[in-house]
């Protein structure tokens, strides 16, 4: 298969990239061969593919049922998730999460990695997201952590029911210390993840300082936890608000820790902003952790999007563009260069933290990637359209014309409405 006329990040001019069984074989300004398939970039960027690093599939598309988070803020989610969880079926899960993958993918996505809540009364998100993860493999990476959503020393039995989760069918163990109910429990609920992780051999995935209470400072242990337990690089720490409103003493020291621990940030702008803040008089913070200062400081920072259509989140069709077009602007990175740059928080820092090392566009790497529309990154954020075909290992998965969406998995093609909320009768 061969792309001509592509640009591509880093360089001048207009590229052809050459693929032969799922590797990307040639970039040069003409690939003399001729393609079995041949594809007309148009000028357009061609990019690797995004990766969506914080998404809550067990939830997906649950808008609305049992009912709507009125207050908009996490604790009434948390409220509305605790109901939603009892009903759980494997079929209807399975259904949703396939769903949201399409949609996805259709807006450029091929690598996900979700959170599971390991709290809920059955395990079938579990074993809803294994299945999804052989149904949908030719088209989406997935990796799975085990959330536990109601803490792990909250309720007799919950560090139970995250060990079993690491054990049978997670890939990365969880936490959430500022939802445990003292300092002290959170602190001990990090070294039990900790002890988790490294009797299993597992990477740390976990939420983090999702709150706007400045003096939560879990991060800081997490930081310190991993360089005494040389887990460099295997550790990411999701949302992490609360550091918005850290002073800068304390910030310039945390910044040093973080890097050193080779820790990932993983921002969700979309969700930050939408429910951080809402116990804020005017005027309100912005809801998202520093990610602009923590970049320039050399901290590996990635992008979620966290929710789609959710207790938590009314809105979101799983676009990543979506996810890095807010964080631009909560965070501040809008001069030329460094907006351009912003598309490394959905790519290259992603992929780093995700153990994906043949990624990107050159001679080797796994042809995995997609026609933007747009020359360049700042046109692409700027007009927010879905990519105008995405490829993965090396094979067609997905189409956008101006009528309609068609994603090919598994021999088959599948017609989708990215944005169709599922409460509203057609
Ligand atoms: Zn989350």
Redesign the pocket.
């Known amino acids: 298969m061969v792309v001509r006329g592509a640009r591509i990040r880093g360089r001048e001019g207009l590229w052809d990239v050459g693929v032969r069984g799922g590797r990307i074989v040639e970039v040069s300004r003409r690939v003399g061969e001729r393609g079995e398939e041949e594809f007309e970039a148009g000028g357009r960027l061609l990019a690797p593919n995004f990766f969506d690093m914080?998404i809550?599939l067990d939830s997906v598309l649950t808008l609305g049922d049992p009912r709507h988070n009125e207050s908009g803020t996490l604790l009434e989610g948390i409220e509305i998730w605790s109901e939603r969880r009892e009903r759980l079926g494997v079929e209807e899960a399975l259904e949703r999460m396939r769903e949201a993958v399409y949609w996805m993918v259709s807006n450029g996505t091929t690598y996900l990695r979700t959170?599971i809540d390991c709290t809920a009364p059955t395990d079938a998100a579990a074993e809803a997201v294994l299945r999804l993860r052989e149904e949908v493999g030719d088209i989406m990476d997935i990796q799975v952590t085990a959330f536990p959503q109601s803490g792990i020393l909250t309720d007799e039995g919950n560090v139970e029911m995250l060990e079993r989760a690491v054990e049978r069918w997670a890939d990365n163990v969880g936490m959430i210390p500022h939802i445990e109910f003292t300092r002290e429990d959170g602190v001990r609920s990090i070294e039990i993840a900790f002890e988790l992780a490294k009797r299993y051999g597992k990477p740390i995935d976990g939420?983090v300082d999702e709150t706007d209470d400045e003096h939560s400072r879990f991060l800081e242990v997490v930081a310190a936890k991993t360089i005494r337990e040389k887990m460099f690089g295997r550790v990411s720490a999701?949302?992490v608000t609360a550091s918005h409103g850290y002073n800068g003493a304390y910030l310039a020291k945390l910044y040093r820790m973080l890097r050193r621990a080779e820790v990932t940030i993983i921002a969700?702008p979309l969700i930050n902003i939408h429910l951080q803040g809402r116990f804020d008089t005017l005027p309100k913070r912005r809801g998202m952790a520093p990610i602009k200062e923590m970049a320039g400081f050399g901290v590996n920072v990635a992008l979620g999007h966290?929710c789609v259509m959710d207790p938590w989140f009314p809105l979101g069709i799983g676009s990543m563009l979506h996810a890095l077009y807010v964080a631009v602007l909560v965070g501040h990175m809008t001069g030329y260069g460094e907006l351009k740059r912003t598309f490394d928080l959905i790519t290259v820092n992603a992929a780093k933290a995700y153990g994906v090392t043949d990624y990107g566009i050159e001679a080797g790497s796994r042809a995995d990637f997609q026609i933007l529309d747009g020359r360049d990154e700042l046109e692409v954020l700027a007009r927010l359209r879905p990519p105008l075909y995405v490829f993965k290992n090396g094979k067609l998965v997905c189409e956008n014309t101006k009528h309609e969406t068609k994603i090919h998995n598994n021999g088959k093609t599948v017609r989708i409405d990215p944005g169709k909320v599922p409460y509203l009768p057609d």
């Open positions: 914080h809550h959170h939420h999701s949302h969700n966290d």
